[in-house]
Antibody, heavy 116, light 113 residues
């Protein structure tokens, strides 16, 4: 069955970087586009970007002004999301999700807390 | 960017009654070449990721109870729960997946009256 397992919770200081992983299983990894979506406390879901797991092409939300990078390792069937220059407003749960028209499968979420 | 606006922000409905949630997009998400509306509905329970209920505006995801239905076209869409059950308490989001960024509505919190 399709499954995504994300890395564990992180606590970071302002200005630091975080890299969250999302391990895929149960389907042909390179066939789909993968997205990252975050949810700050009490806020709506916010799209961050996507990666074509086949060719590695990416597209990012302008809201992150070059702070985000999404990569993948096809041999490990894993996608990564790195967010740099963290600030307190980046405290959120970060999700990976598979695109199949809508987002049909999601990871369990990774809480990233940014605090001094 | 396209903006998705849901109404109401919260809703309290008695068990067995109908619940209706609306979603409006700032631009049409209907693509004439495919004759499809690129609109999905998700259900999110506390501590869980969103779960897709409806896609192409009105197609129910496999395994989703038939009390959930979606309707609408272009810019105006509706999610209807025909007979509310206790397990339907959740936050519901609409999402357009026609444009990048794939924007979500602000969410509607559904509770039992």
């Amino acid at each position: 069955q399709v499954q995504f397992v994300q890395s564990g919770a992180e606590v970071k200081k302002p200005g630091a970087s975080v890299k969250v992983s999302c391990k895929a299983s149960g389907y042909s990894f390179t066939t789909y586009v993968m997205h990252w979506v975050r949810q700050a406390p009490g806020q709506r879901l916010e799209w961050m970007g996507w990666i074509n797991a086949g060719n590695g092409n990416t597209k990012y939300s302008q809201n992150f002004q070059g702070r985000v990078a999404i990569t993948r390792d096809t041999s490990a069937t894993t996608v990564y999301m790195e967010l740099r220059s963290l600030r307190s407003e980046d405290t959120a749960v970060y999700y990976c999700a598979r695109e199949n028209g809508p987002f049909d499968y999601w990871g369990q979420g990774t809480l990233v807390t940014v605090s001094s | 960017d396209i903006v998705m606006t849901q109404s109401p922000d919260s809703l309290a409905v008695s068990l067995g009654e109908r619940a209706t949630i609306n979603c409006k997009s700032s631009q049409s998400v209907f693509y004439s070449s495919t004759n499809k509306n690129y609109l999905a509905w998700y259900q999110q329970k506390p501590g869980q990721p969103p779960k897709v209920l409806i896609y192409w505006a009105s197609t129910r995801e496999s395994g989703v109870p038939d009390r959930f239905s979606g309707s609408g076209s272009g810019t105006d869409f509706t999610l209807t729960i025909s007979s509310l059950q206790a397990e339907d308490v959740a936050v519901y989001y609409c999402q357009q997946y026609y444009f990048t960024p794939q924007a979500f509505g602000q969410g509607t919190k559904l509770e039992i009256k």
